[in-house]
């Protein structure tokens, strides 16, 4: 079992749909980030958490450090929001921690 | 403001044959830099870690080696390709002041093996 799992793996939505997007480790943590690959494979950090909750524009990534397990959410999704989301915790040894992804597919 | 530059940006190899990605960071000083790899369908696999010239952690024993010849510069070799080399090679790094730090990612190397 992987420390870090993410669900779904794929994930298709209509323009405009609220989506939802989870993480789930089994790891002590000191942060957990949340990346953004573009289909062309570069890489963009979107939050790191700690504890609670963040927001950027149309973006919000929640932790509960108690159940370990976040949420990464996109309000009014849009087709340029189609990319692969990443969760990685920084786990005891300073290390990240990466899970496989989720595909995200958005059409207008 | 911070960049980060890799090169070549593709790179289509023979096995057996040797490689070098270089990746170099300009804008902040003292780095921690760091060498990951994203296999084709899996997630990103730490390769390489660095926080200072000369001093290189490996993570997973292999055919490649990195190297810090410069405090912005991180370099990631290969004496022989094999075909499971292939892959995406992304280069990151962070100012590692504190736990939980930012890590900043390059725009990747898209490397075949054939």
């Known amino acids: 079992k992987n420390e870090v799992e993410q669900s779904p793996q794929n994930l298709t939505a209509q323009e405009g749909e609220f989506i939802t997007i989870n993480c789930s480790y089994s790891?002590?943590?000191?942060?957990l980030h949340w990346l953004q690959q573009h289909p062309g494979g570069g890489i963009v950090s979107l939050f790191m958490?700690?504890?609670g909750k963040k927001k950027h524009g149309r973006l919000i990534a929640t932790i509960n450090i108690q159940e370990k397990h976040s949420s990464l959410h996109i309000t009014a999704s849009h087709p340029r929001d189609s990319a692969v989301y990443i969760c990685?915790?920084?786990?005891?040894?300073?290390?990240?921690?990466f899970g496989t992804g989720t595909r995200l597919q958005v059409f207008p | 403001s911070q960049t980060i530059h890799q090169w070549p940006a593709t790179l289509v190899q023979p096995v057996g044959s040797p490689l070098s990605l270089e990746c170099t960071v300009e804008?902040?000083?003292?780095?921690?830099l760091y060498w990951y790899r994203q296999a084709a369908g899996r997630g990103l696999q730490l390769l390489f870690y660095?926080?200072?010239?000369?001093?290189i952690s490996s993570e997973v024993p292999q055919n490649l080696s990195a190297s810090r010849p410069q405090d912005r510069q991180f370099i990631l070799s290969s004496k022989k390709l094999l075909l499971s080399d292939s892959g995406f090679y992304l280069c990151?790094?962070?100012?590692?002041?504190?736990?939980?730090?930012?890590?900043?990612f390059g725009p990747g190397t898209r490397l075949t093996v054939l």
């Open positions: 990151a790094w962070s100012t590692g002041t504190t736990r939980g730090d930012t890590q900043y």
């Open positions: 790891v002590g943590i000191s942060a």
């Open positions: 958490l700690s504890s």
């Open positions: 990685a915790v920084r786990g005891n040894t300073d290390k990240l921690i």
């Open positions: 804008g902040t000083s003292n780095p921690n």
């Open positions: 660095s926080v200072g010239i000369g001093q």
